[in-house]
Each structure stands twice: as structure tokens, then as C-alpha cells.
């Protein structure tokens, strides 16, 4: 690549990158090389990033009676399109009972030979017993260096098991990520809107306030301060409440503590439940969006406190699956797509408009998903050594998005009409062209499983400066 705009972690400068046998091997200006093999590719005017890692995927989900409706080749190919090209996926539960394996070895049989960018999991606590406790250093052996936990929804952990989870992650030296929400208010509060005829979605917020959110915060706050700062990682946070328990958490120094949130909660607000005809189950998720102060305060906490932005991809069909909920909320199944349009939306909505620089941009979809996740700096940066997945992105370039240009299997975009600045052009996976002008051009199967390492740990209580990888 010649003349970009290159993001490397230090600087942000005009020249070329060399790359060789899946990795990058030089970056500087006017490289020359004798090799007759060479691809070149004028990327003049335009800014060349890290491809974007997102930590938070569901592909395969099974929840109840539904299936998500990307699996792993269609998920990863609207990855790819929208600039991502690593992605740490959520394994659904499995069986009741099950070894914590299970998820995993089920979650290999899935995305191999269908995967087209690297890929890793993150493991699933859905009960606490000495063989979970176990094999989660057996796992964390083979590249499982994190685990999430529920504090809601069917296989929801006790105090005493998210505990002993936190002290175990803490000795082993992986990261415990929690979708936290407080089962028991928001459980009372749906039965009684149901019970009481309100039914439509515009209900949804009102079951699950954000102090429901931030309380469950708060308590995984505590419970890893009393495990020794334990390793602890926020999923889409949607409130500014939470942000605040977060904020006054490192204020008093806990270490090893961070949070993601999804574009969904930057740019849509639960205004949207009110749309007619049904159109509201489209954005039926959990936790749900937010009013307009929570967007404020979290595109603020993007400059410090948050510090990865995923998508939690869980798509369901807007006809058929999320349409079961219309004469009840409580029935839609939970989740909204978003895989493609993460980078295209944080770079127009962020970077563009001003809010958040190309640094922090990078930061945050790219390099410290890569550093908390143990893939850093094999991923999320582009420095010599590491492989060469690289995002070109012009930023002159306007698009309207739209359902029927993206590449999910599903049938809508939560986004649709929105316009983009910057768009991705060109998407390269291990020194591979995969997508050029929002075509995908690789072979189903071509993502390598990305065994992670240990997860850093965050010293000195800053939240994204993450000193060093084991
Ligand atoms: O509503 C959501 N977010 N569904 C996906 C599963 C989860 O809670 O992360
Ligand atoms: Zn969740």
C-alpha cells in the first residue's frame, strides 16, 4: 500500500506498508522492493487503519426457539465488509448441567471451515462447580482467556458463584466479562406490564430501567474489588449511571476494570420503541436504548472510561422472528445485527462529526479490543510483525446505508437511512484482499482460530492503558 494516511499506535502519517506471507514486514515512506510478485495498491487521500477486532458476536445463537440468523460465514463476510477482520464470539448456553467445553467444542464445529476472518470465543459460566472452576484454566490453556457471565436470563449466576468466578479469573489471569442487569426487579416488572395489558414495546425500556443496569454494575464492581481486582469487563454498557459507577470505581483506584459499548447505544435512543406497526421489535435488545442524556454522557465516557466499542451482533429476521412479539414484547426474541456497520458508524458518527479523533477511533475498535482479548499485537495494529489485516477507508466517500448493500443474513438494518462518511474500500485479512468496493471476494472457511493469551493486567488503574501482555 502506497501514500495512505497510515494509524500505527504512535503516529499518524503519510507512507507505505510492506507486506509478506500474511504479515506486515516494513512500514516508512517511498519503500522499495525488488520482489516481482508485488500487489500495489494507491491508497493517496485515503486513511489506512488496523482491521477492527469486535469482542462482542453472536453467531449461531440459540436463545429459546430461536436461532440468530448469521451463522459463521455470513456474520464473518458482513464483517469483513464493514472492516472487521478478527472477532472473539459469544457462545450461546448450552444443555443445562453441561461442562464448560461444551460451548466451545460445539462453537469450533461451527465457525471452522465456514469463518472467513480469524476468530476466537470467549467461554460461557452458566453454572459454578470445582469442574468449571477447573477447566477454566484448561481452557484458558487452549486460547479461551476470557469468560462471560449473565446476571439475568435463564442461566444466571448466584452472588456467591459470580464470586468465586471473579477470584478464579484473578489467579488465573483471564478477564470475566458479565452482561449485568438485575434479574429480580426486571422479571417483577415485565410480569406486571404484561398482567396489566402493556404489551407493546414501548414497554421494553420501562421493564429494564438503567438503574437495573447500573446496580448489577456496580455489584460486579464490588464483588471483583473484594476478589483483589479481579480482571472485569462491562458489556454494552448502555447508561450513563453505569458509566458513573465505573467512573468512581477507578477513582478509587481499582485495577483491571473496563467496559464496552455498542454503536447501538451511541446513536439510537429508546424513542424508536414508540414506531408503529411493529417497527419498535426491531430494536428489542438487552439491556435496552437509552434515553438521550445516556447517549451524551456515553459518547463522553468514549473519550475515557469506555474503553472498547463491539457490537453485540445477535440478529434476528424482522419478519418472521422478532414479529412473534407483537402482541407481546416479552415474546420478541432479544438482540439487533450491527456487525458491518460498526467501524462505518463509529468513524463517520465519531471521527468525521468530530467527536472522538482517528486515535481514539482506532483505539477503540481496533487495538484495545486486541490488548484486553489476548490477540495484541498479533491484531489491532499495524506495526511490522504483526499480521497484515489493514482497513482502507476513504474518507470522502458518502453511503446511505441500507439493508439491501449489507451483507448479514438478515432483513434489516438497524441503521437503515443513516449516511455514512468513510465507508471501508478495501478489507485485507492476512495479507489477503477479501473485500474490494463492498464485494467479498474469499473463500468460505479461510478465518484461523486465534488462540489468545493471558489477559494483561491493568496496573495502574487506568482503565485502557494496558502496559503489557503475558
Ligand atoms: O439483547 C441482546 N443483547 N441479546 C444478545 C444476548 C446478550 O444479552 O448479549
Ligand atoms: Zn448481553
Avoid at 200 to 223: D, K
Amino acid at each position: 500500500m502506497k501514500n495512505g494516511l497510515v494509524v500505527t499506535e504512535d503516529a499518524e502519517i503519510i507512507c507505505d506498508i510492506l507486506c509478506e506471507s500474511e504479515k506486515i514486514v516494513r512500514i516508512g515512506k517511498n519503500i522499495e522492493t525488488a520482489s516481482s510478485e508485488l500487489t500495489v495498491i494507491d491508497a493517496s487521500g485515503k486513511i489506512i487503519i488496523p482491521g477492527g477486532v469486535d469482542v462482542h458476536t453472536h453467531l449461531n445463537l440459540v436463545a429459546g426457539t430461536n436461532a440468530a440468523c448469521d451463522d459463521f460465514y455470513t456474520g464473518t463476510v458482513a464483517a469483513a465488509c464493514g472492516g472487521t477482520t478478527t472477532i472473539v464470539d459469544h457462545p450461546g448456553f448450552g444443555p443445562a448441567g453441561c461442562s464448560l467445553d461444551h460451548q466451545i467444542k460445539k462453537y469450533h464445529d461451527l465457525a471452522h471451515g465456514r469463518a472467513v476472518i480469524d476468530y476466537g470465543f470467549h467461554g460461557v459460566l452458566q453454572h459454578v462447580d470445582d469442574n468449571v472452576l477447573a477447566m477454566m484454566e484448561t481452557l484458558a490453556g487452549e486460547g479461551i482467556t476470557s469468560f462471560k457471565l449473565y446476571l439475568t436470563y435463564g442461566f444466571k449466576l448466584s452472588d456467591a458463584d459470580v464470586f468465586k468466578v471473579l477470584r478464579r479469573a484473578k489467579e488465573l489471569g483471564v478477564i470475566i466479562a458479565v452482561h449485568p442487569e438485575n434479574d429480580g426487579v426486571i422479571n417483577l416488572l415485565r410480569s406486571e406490564f404484561i398482567a396489566a395489558g402493556k404489551t407493546g414495546t414501548e414497554f421494553h425500556p420501562l421493564s429494564r430501567p438503567a438503574e437495573c443496569e447500573a446496580e448489577a454494575v456496580n455489584r460486579m464492581i464490588l464483588f471483583a474489588r473484594i476478589a483483589d481486582d479481579a480482571p472485569l469487563y462491562i458489556v454494552h454498557l448502555s447508561c450513563g449511571l453505569g458509566l458513573e459507577f465505573i467512573a468512581a470505581a477507578r477513582q478509587r483506584g481499582q485495577k483491571n476494570l473496563w467496559a464496552e459499548t455498542c454503536p447501538q447505544y451511541l446513536l439510537l435512543d429508546e424513542s424508536l420503541y414508540s414506531k408503529p406497526g411493529g417497527e419498535g421489535l426491531k430494536y428489542i435488545m438487552c439491556p435496552p436504548l437509552r434515553a438521550p442524556s445516556d447517549l451524551t454522557a456515553l459518547w463522553g465516557g468514549l473519550a475515557a472510561g469506555i474503553d472498547v466499542v463491539g457490537t453485540d451482533h445477535c440478529p434476528f429476521f424482522f419478519q418472521t422472528q422478532k414479529m412473534t412479539g407483537k402482541d407481546d414484547f416479552t415474546k420478541c426474541p432479544n438482540g439487533a445485527p450491527g456487525i458491518e456497520e460498526r467501524m462505518p458508524l463509529m468513524y463517520s458518527e465519531g471521527t468525521a462529526k468530530g467527536r472522538i479523533s482517528l486515535r481514539r477511533f482506532t483505539d477503540l475498535c481496533c487495538t484495545n479490543p486486541a490488548k484486553l482479548f489476548g490477540i495484541y499485537p498479533q491484531k489491532g495494529v499495524i506495526a511490522p510483525g504483526s499480521d497484515a489485516d489493514i482497513v482502507i477507508i476513504d474518507p470522502d466517500r458518502q453511503t446511505v446505508i441500507s439493508r439491501k448493500n449489507l451483507h448479514s443474513n438478515v432483513d434489516y438494518s438497524a441503521y437503515e437511512g443513516f449516511t455514512v462518511r468513510g465507508w471501508p474500500l478495501i478489507t485485507i485479512s492476512r495479507g489477503e484482499l477479501i473485500v474490494r468496493d463492498g464485494k467479498f471476494l474469499g473463500a468460505p472457511g479461510r478465518g484461523k482460530f486465534l488462540k489468545r493469551g493471558k489477559i494483561l493486567m491493568d496496573d495502574a488503574g487506568q482503565g485502557t492503558k494496558i502496559s503489557s501482555v503475558e
